[in-house]
């Protein structure tokens, strides 16, 4: 059995062997944490500066929508790129860039709210913001006479839950390019994905206006 001065000096001698090693791997396990708890401090304050930027931006395109603030729209822009540039993968990046197509439809310039939306499906967005995308980006086309695009546009859905807007959409793209027949078999699939007729009278309308187009 070992004497105690016989421990010391092993202890000693381990120690000049590892010591260092064992004081490198501490630091390094030191750094870890600290590199951590600050990538998570940067997310809280980056994530409430983020909210706070897009709160701001709600408020000026509320200012914006229905007027001609050209103020307004300047600091909507200038908060939406800020969020864009500062925050680019973050969903407030995509909710602003679907808020200035929205700015930007208002204002008529249907070229630069296509050039948003193409910026939010560029950028990872979630299944349903992209369908919800898609969709506006058809409805735009439509606006613009490009009956063709929207309809390229609307391929791409396929969520079962978009159904109803997406047959519906594609009835009135159809019909816009003069292919009636088609137009009403969209409506009735419309319709029919909708499953309460009732509570669609717009779209019986166009059935019952399409009416004699039915193949049957």
Do not use: C
Not at 30 to 50: G, H, N, P, R
Not at 112 to 134: I, K
Not at 149 to 160: C, D
């Amino acid at each position: 059995m070992r004497t105690e001065e016989e421990q010391v000096e092993a202890l000693k001698g381990w120690w000049k062997e590892n010591g260092k090693s064992l004081l490198f791997m501490i630091a390094i396990a030191l750094s870890a944490v600290f590199a951590w708890k600050t990538w998570q401090q940067q997310q809280l304050t980056d994530a409430e500066s983020a909210s706070i930027t897009y709160q701001n931006l709600l408020d000026a395109v509320s200012a914006t929508l229905g007027t001609q603030d050209l103020d307004q729209i300047a600091t909507s822009q200038h908060l939406a790129k800020e969020l864009k540039t500062d925050f680019e993968n973050s969903e407030y990046a995509r909710f602003a860039a679907l808020l200035m197509a929205r700015v930007q439809v208002d204002q008529g310039k249907l070229p630069e709210a296509l050039a948003e939306l193409d910026w939010v499906l560029a950028h990872s967005p979630s299944d349903e913001m992209r369908n919800v995308t898609l969709l506006r980006k058809a409805r735009i086309y439509q606006a613009m006479g490009d009956y063709q695009k929207g309809l390229e546009v609307i391929k791409n859905l396929s969520a079962k839950e978009f159904n109803t807007s997406v047959f519906e959409l594609k009835g009135d793209l159809l019909l816009a390019s003069g292919e009636k027949m088609d137009a009403r078999a969209a409506y009735q699939q419309a319709l029919d994905a909708s499953g309460n007729a009732e509570a669609n009278p717009l779209l019986n309308m166009k059935l019952e206006d399409l009416a004699v187009y039915n193949e049957g």
